[in-house]
């Protein structure tokens, strides 16, 4: 039997539910629980082959490994007859499978360090990244304590050593002899290692790409990258290595949801966006002196400083939005999130801003397009959120509101001439109180003709676009008139038109 195999038989003879106290969605999955009985089975039955429960646990296992991860088959290096050669010969002797490579499983040294290259171009099995993922997004008393930048190993003490070894015995089980009885030899997937590169994650939107469906951001790692760290720290000799490194990984770049996804919307509850947009500031042409403002406030906000609210205003289309989804793609490394939050759900934000007080990670609330109309009331609460309540706003929470009003409430002429109103500036200071709570305003004008043909050169060049810089410029000036008026967006879509032989 596999020494992986023997040491998981050995910690799971009837102890292995107490011994996990902080890894409970490890303890409780079902793929793991499954695995650890077909393991210990082999231990009491040896050789022979697998009743008919212990088959169909076997089969669960491989079917949902592949549904989670079968769109690495696409992934070069995934051929299913180079799976069969590889895996066949192995199978017959028990030992543990190597994958289409050919290569043999990763297993520590006897000095700690792991055998297997680390970085993150290594290949890695289905029952690997599944281990890895559950690790990777568990939320528990470590996780968040190390999220925070406290010292969880010193707060735990040997406790995370300890799971540490658990949780390497599960990561390095061996399927080898598990696949033999259950007549699966040349086809297991378990054992199956995912070319680099090509492993299926939430964010991935295709075999082997980027984790969203367009190029990713500069910069930016994708999820299967970035958790290359528990990989290699399940590859350590020693428990404690392993323990430090999952804390740093931790500290670095969250747990649970929040490691696992960058952006999210609000819906009643957080829910993760699984392609972000992926736009930078260099997508973004002109605008030079707001985009410096803003980065710099958000630069000193990731860094632990007090951030600004920041209200982005005005005329359309003139990249308000996408600037803010650029600071994420900037920002996220160093630890930023962003939460899009809808103007009917503004009531929700105090609760919101009271989940994200808690967490080791630093915030900003987007709210797009964000006005009230001279009869909504819903921005009274929002202002008490802001400021003026008796909970503080949280100081890794910053709150970004984009608005094509430089008050966000909508005044009208009678506003300024009384109405009804016997106090007029009373009325006139309530409805600018709100744009007051917001420590830096960036104004976002239309460009002027030169600046727009600026940036419709701009994004051209960017796109590769060979065209005659007169025609481009006597085309995107008729294409302003049609679109009555010139903006960053309109130059996009001009640009979009254009590359397609104006053929609409």
């Known amino acids: 039997m596999p020494a992986m195999c023997r040491a998981v038989t050995k910690l799971m003879n009837g102890l292995f539910p107490e011994k996990l106290i902080f890894f409970d969605n490890i303890r409780d999955d079902a793929l793991v629980r499954k695995a650890v009985r077909l393991c210990r089975a082999c231990d009491g039955i040896g050789a022979a082959p697998f009743d008919g429960a212990l088959r169909e646990d076997y089969y669960e296992v491989q079917r949902a490994l592949m549904s989670e991860y079968g769109n690495a088959a696409a992934a070069p290096g995934f051929a299913g007859q180079e799976v069969v050669q590889g895996f066949a010969g192995q199978a017959a002797g028990g030992a543990s499978a190597p994958g289409p490579t050919g290569a043999a499983e990763a297993a520590p040294d006897s000095e700690g360090q792991e055998t297997a290259p680390g970085g993150p171009a290594a290949a890695h099995t ?52 598990m696949a033999a ?19 299926a994650s939430r964010q991935d939107g295709t075999p082997g790409a980027t984790p969203r469906s367009r190029a990713a951001a500069p910069g930016r790692r994708s999820l299967e990258s970035k958790r290359e760290a528990v990989h290699r720290a399940m590859l350590r000799h020693s428990d404690r290595d392993s323990a430090e490194m999952l804390e740093k990984y931790y500290r670095d770049e969250g747990g649970g949801l929040f490691e696992r996804y960058d952006a999210f919307y609000w819906d009643g509850r957080l829910v993760g966006v699984e392609s972000p947009d992926p736009i930078t500031f260099d997508d973004l042409i002109g605008y030079g002196i707001q985009k ?40 996220a490394p160093r630890k930023l999130r962003l939460v899009s939050v809808p103007k009917e759900e503004i009531a929700a934000i105090p609760a919101i801003m009271e989940a994200l007080a808690a967490r080791g990670l630093r915030f900003i609330i987007f709210i797009d397009d964000l006005s009230f109309e001279e009869n909504e009331t819903g921005y009274k609460s929002f202002k008490s959120a802001l400021e003026g309540g008796v909970r503080p706003q949280p100081e890794n929470v910053l709150v970004c509101v984009t608005s094509n009003r430089r008050n966000i409430i909508k005044e009208v002429w009678r506003d300024r001439e009384g109405g009804e109103d016997i106090h007029i500036n009373d009325s006139l200071q309530e409805k600018r109180s709100l744009a007051d709570r917001f420590g830096l305003t960036v104004v976002f004008s239309s460009p002027d003709k030169y600046e727009y043909l600026d940036i419709v050169k701009g994004i051209a060049e960017r796109e590769g676009l060979n065209a005659d810089i007169a025609e481009l410029e006597s085309e995107a000036m008729k294409w302003e008139i049609r679109q009555n008026g010139r903006s960053g967006r309109g130059a996009r879509q001009f640009i979009n038109w254009f590359s397609r032989g104006k053929n609409i």
């Open 181 to 199: 009885s259950a007549d699966d030899g040349a086809f297991c997937v378990a054992a199956m290692e995912l070319s680099p590169g090509g492993a």
């Open 126 to 177: 289905f029952w690997q990244h599944h281990v890895c993922r559950l690790i990777a997004e568990s939320e528990n008393a470590f996780s968040l304590a190390a999220e925070k930048g406290a010292s969880a190993l010193a707060r735990f003490g040997g406790l995370v050593e300890r799971e540490a070894g658990v949780l390497k015995a599960i990561y390095g089980i061996g399927w080898g002899k």
């Open 292 to 331: 410096g403002r803003i980065i710099e406030n958000v630069k000193f906000f990731t860094e632990g400083r007090l951030g600004l609210n920041m209200l982005l205003y005005g005329d359309r289309g003139t990249g308000k939005s996408s600037s803010v989804k650029a600071l994420l793609n900037m920002f």
